[in-house]
């Protein structure tokens, strides 16, 4: 290995405080992970450790803000399987494959006379008249 100054690479000086120096292992760990705030839940852990029952209000007491719970709860439930169904719909595509999904959407044609099904794709103006001719068959 040849030395750091032969490539050209210079590194600034070491920025380690003398208490940081000072302490052992362990103690330079626990100053690290209370700044950091490792120690201390995250937002979603916090959110995890809350009581998963919904306690309503008491109908009789409290008839419209028991009301308004049963309205959010069936909100979030409609919300949550609309979800579940829009998930499910997208894991059947990805197990499908793409082709077969385009399959399924492809529209069948209104009409069976090429003529007609021709005259649709092309943009032409209705009112225009066709030459006779052997591709209409009158000619």
């Known amino acids: ?10 590194y600034e000086k070491d920025q ?3 208490s940081d120096e000072e302490c052992g292992d362990e103690e330079l760990e626990r100053k690290i992970f ?3 705030r490792l120690d201390q839940p995250t937002a979603y ?3 995890a450790n809350k009581d998963p029952l ?7 007491v409290y008839p419209q803000a028991f009301a308004l719970f049963t309205q959010n709860v069936q909100n979030n439930l409609r919300r949550m399987v609309q979800e579940l169904e829009e ?9 499908r494959g793409p082709e077969r999904a385009i399959d399924e959407i492809e529209v069948q044609p209104s009409a069976s006379d090429i003529d007609v099904l021709m005259r649709n794709m092309m943009v032409v103006p209705s009112t225009s008249n066709t030459a006779d ?7």
């Open 1 to 10: 290995a040849s030395p750091v100054s032969s490539i050209g690479t210079v």
């Open 16 to 18: 380690t405080t003398q």
């Open 54 to 60: 919904l306690h309503p209000p008491n109908p009789t």
């Open 34 to 36: 209370k700044q950091m």
């Open 87 to 95: 998930n499910e719909l997208f894991e059947q595509t990805l197990l």
């Open 133 to 139: 001719g052997p591709w209409n068959n009158k000619g």
């Open 45 to 47: 852990e916090e959110q």
